[in-house]
């Protein structure tokens, strides 16, 4: 791939889009292009980011593990993606790991060569800081909608105890029945047995559901400035 055509595709990547044409030109000169095979693991999650990759082709995968250590999938990013840009440059490890779903071609960029660059192109580092602005902007967005579905589950959560606490009265009553008729009454005696261990297991559920809840809650108001 010739500088120009490098040139040209940079100038559709969001992140440079802004940029001049000669800044465009420098960082194709130190643009690495690389063809990867499906199913590879291109960037692991909790690795130092030594480099930025552009998906100049292709498709990759966005993974993080979860609580049980198993990746899950975040998104699907294609041509155009821009990935590792805040690591070369914060000094954290990937907070996630990429893998490509089939044979890939990336622009890379290692971290060295890029923060040379933005030494002499500090225009790149002002895009960056916009284009980082607009992503938390959109975060801060998509917070604010999750704060909402977090106040329609405390609603789910109140209907849930309701019913836990209807059922352990049905019961109750369900008990003092069966034992007012004496055997004929064991059906009931079993019914509300089960019952009960149903009001239980609901109640104790609905509780583990609040506590997630609550700190689900704690933690969306502390990212978008709900104190």
Same mark, same amino acid.
Do not use: C
């Given at each position: 791939?010739?500088?120009?055509?490098?040139?040209?595709?940079?100038?559709?990547?969001?992140?440079?889009?802004s940029?001049?044409?000669?800044?465009?030109l420098?960082?194709s000169?130190?643009?690495?292009?690389?063809?990867?095979?499906?199913?590879?693991?291109?960037?692991?999650?909790?690795?130092?980011?030594?480099?930025?990759?552009?998906?100049?082709?292709? @498709?990759v !995968?966005? $993974?993080?593990? #979860?609580? *049980?250590?198993?990746?899950?999938?975040?998104?699907?990013? =294609?041509?155009?993606a821009?990935?590792?840009?805040?690591?070369?440059?914060?000094?954290?490890?990937?907070?996630?790991?990429?893998?490509?779903?089939?044979?890939?071609?990336?622009?890379?960029?290692?971290?060295?060569?890029?923060?040379?660059?933005?030494?002499?192109?500090?225009?790149?580092?002002?895009?960056i800081?916009?284009?980082?602005?607009?992503?938390?902007?959109?975060?801060?967005a998509?917070?604010?909608?999750?704060?909402?579905?977090?106040?329609?589950?405390?609603?789910?959560?109140?209907?849930?105890s309701?019913?836990?606490r @209807?059922? !352990?009265? $049905?019961s109750? #009553?369900? *008990?003092i029945?069966?034992a007012?008729?004496?055997?004929? =009454?064991?059906?009931?005696?079993?019914?509300?047995?089960?019952?009960?261990?149903?009001a239980e297991?609901?109640?104790?559920?609905?509780?583990k559901?609040?506590?997630?809840?609550?700190?689900?809650?704690?933690?969306?108001?502390?990212?978008?400035?709900?104190?």
């Amino acid at each position: 791939m010739s500088d120009l055509s490098k040139v040209q595709f940079l100038r559709q990547v969001d992140l440079f889009r802004s940029l001049p044409d000669k800044a465009l030109l420098d960082l194709s000169a130190i643009a690495i292009e690389r063809l990867v095979p499906a199913k590879t693991t291109v960037i692991k999650e909790g690795d130092n980011g030594d480099a930025l990759y552009i998906v100049k082709s292709g @498709k990759v !995968n966005v $993974l993080k593990k #979860n609580s *049980s250590g198993v990746n899950s999938l975040l998104v699907s990013l =294609g041509n155009g993606a821009v990935i590792g840009d805040m690591a070369i440059i914060d000094e954290q490890p990937r907070s996630a790991s990429i893998e490509t779903v089939v044979d890939t071609v990336f622009l890379i960029i290692t971290k060295n060569d890029f923060r040379s660059l933005l030494t002499d192109r500090p225009e790149i580092s002002f895009q960056i800081l916009k284009m980082t602005t607009e992503r938390l902007r959109g975060t801060n967005a998509h917070l604010k909608e999750l704060e909402a579905y977090t106040t329609q589950m405390e609603d789910v959560i109140r209907v849930i105890s309701n019913i836990a606490r @209807k059922s !352990n009265l $049905l019961s109750l #009553n369900a *008990s003092i029945e069966a034992a007012r008729v004496g055997e004929a =009454g064991l059906p009931f005696s079993v019914v509300a047995a089960e019952m009960k261990k149903l009001a239980e297991d609901s109640a104790q559920e609905a509780r583990k559901i609040e506590q997630l809840l609550q700190n689900l809650q704690s933690k969306t108001r502390v990212m978008t400035g709900v104190k």
